[in-house]
């Protein structure tokens, strides 16, 4: 099968890039982009869920100010994603991410939803396990964790409520390189002590060497070895968890 647009709720509003299994559902999952949208990477990794038998529903996060978002690389596309990032707002993403979670569980087959994210996604999927009860958050070198800066992070930081994802029963399975200019090794140290204080269930993994980015499609940036690493461990956290 091949993955489609739909509204995930209130007509007019949020859509998702989802994509379906052939066989079995075992569990969906929210896929939450970096900042280039919905693009051919993003769906990739929805193609991918899908043959593992999971529904993978990758939510428009830009759609009151540009419909379904697909960016390149170029500094041109960069730019224009950081202007659609900087719109964005906490509390309408929260209502996103609520709007995504029933959609995931409608869909789900009975089975657990993870929400997973790349960078800016990343930092959704953490902020949706401080308001919302779901099984699994996995992200990659998410942004703002401790600080803010974006209206997307609020005057409240994530992991300001650390505790909140431990009340919701998430776990929560992230990764970071240890080059990683945008989440320096002194944040993500610093991430791991409030989870522990907070006592939530986690486990945080640092590759060395790699960058910021380093499991997506940008050659300067991708590292295979923590790639291959990395999804081994997410797929087992599915498996385990959904």
């Known amino acids: 099968m091949t993955g489609q647009w739909q509204e995930l709720g209130t007509p007019g509003g949020i859509e998702a890039y989802v994509h379906r299994p052939e066989g079995e559902v075992r569990g969906a999952v929210v896929v939450c982009p970096e900042m280039y949208g919905v693009n051919a990477y993003t769906r990739g990794i929805c193609a991918e869920l899908a043959g593992l038998g999971y529904v993978a529903l990758a939510p428009d996060f830009y759609w009151r100010?540009?419909?379904?978002?697909?960016?390149?690389?170029?500094?041109?596309?960069?730019?224009?994603?950081?202007?659609?990032?900087?719109?964005?707002?906490?509390?309408?993403?929260?209502?996103?991410?609520v709007e995504a979670l029933a959609a995931a569980r409608a869909l789900a087959d009975g089975h657990g939803v993870a929400f997973l994210g790349m960078s800016?996604?990343?930092?959704?999927?953490?902020?949706?396990?401080?308001?919302?009860?779901?099984?699994?958050?996995?992200?990659?070198?998410?942004?703002?964790?401790?600080?803010?800066?974006?209206?997307?992070?609020?005057?409240?930081?994530?992991?300001?409520?650390?505790?909140?994802?431990?009340?919701?029963?998430?776990?929560?399975?992230?990764?970071?390189?240890?080059?990683?200019?945008?989440?320096?090794?002194?944040?993500?140290?610093?991430?791991?002590?409030?989870?522990?204080?907070?006592?939530?269930?986690?486990?945080?993994?640092?590759?060395?060497?790699?960058?910021h980015g380093f499991a997506a499609d940008r050659p300067a940036d991708h590292d295979a070895d923590a790639t291959a690493d990395a999804w081994r461990r997410v797929h087992e956290a599915l498996a385990q968890r959904l």
């Open 65 to 97: 100010n540009d419909r379904r978002t697909e960016l390149g690389y170029s500094a041109e596309e960069r730019e224009a994603g950081l202007v659609l990032m900087r719109a964005l707002d906490r509390d309408e993403l929260v209502a996103d991410a």
């Open 120 to 211: 800016m996604g990343g930092h959704i999927a953490v902020r949706a396990a401080t308001e919302l009860r779901f099984e699994l958050a996995a992200v990659f070198y998410p942004g703002w964790l401790l600080n803010s800066g974006f209206p997307l992070v609020g005057p409240v930081p994530p992991l300001e409520t650390a505790e909140r994802i431990a009340a919701n029963g998430v776990f929560l399975l992230g990764f970071c390189g240890e080059l990683d200019h945008i989440l320096p090794q002194e944040e993500w140290q610093e991430a791991e002590r409030r989870l522990i204080e907070a006592k939530v269930a986690h486990e945080l993994v640092t590759y060395p060497g790699a960058r």
